[in-house]
């Protein structure tokens, strides 16, 4: 069965960095849409960042973009989410997600998969 494991997050002083990875198995994710999102207490979830795991074409919500970088690592199987000059809005669960097919949503319901989540914790 595909399984979507997140590790990596944690508490970090704003303006620090961390870096969040997916491993993901299961299956074969060649023709996937790997993606992150995130949700705050109280807030829906918000699309944070996707990439084509072939080609590895990426797109970024605004808020994040020139901060966080999307990248893989075809051999491990493996989906990083880098996060620098982190805020505190940027605090949240992030998770990560598989869809099929190439096309990078902003959509959490076009993706099939999903991992249980990892708390990233900025304080101010």
């Known amino acids: 069965q595909v399984q979507l494991v997140e590790s990596g997050g944690g508490l970090v002083q704003a303006g620090g960095s961390l870096r969040l990875s997916c491993a993901a198995s299961g299956r074969t994710f060649s023709s996937y849409a790997m993606a992150w999102f995130r949700q705050a207490p109280g807030k829906e979830r918000e699309f944070v960042a996707a990439i084509r795991w072939s080609g590895g074409n990426t797109y970024y919500a605004d808020s994040v973009k020139g901060r966080f970088t999307i990248s893989r690592d075809n051999a491990k199987n493996t989906v990083y989410l880098q996060m620098n000059t982190l805020k505190s809005e940027d605090t949240a669960v992030y998770y990560c997600?598989?869809?099929?097919?190439?096309?990078?949503?902003?959509?959490?319901?076009?993706?099939?998969?999903w991992g249980q989540g990892t708390q990233v914790t900025v304080s101010s």
């Open positions: 997600a598989a869809g099929a097919g190439s096309y990078l949503s902003t959509e959490g319901s076009h993706y099939d998969y």
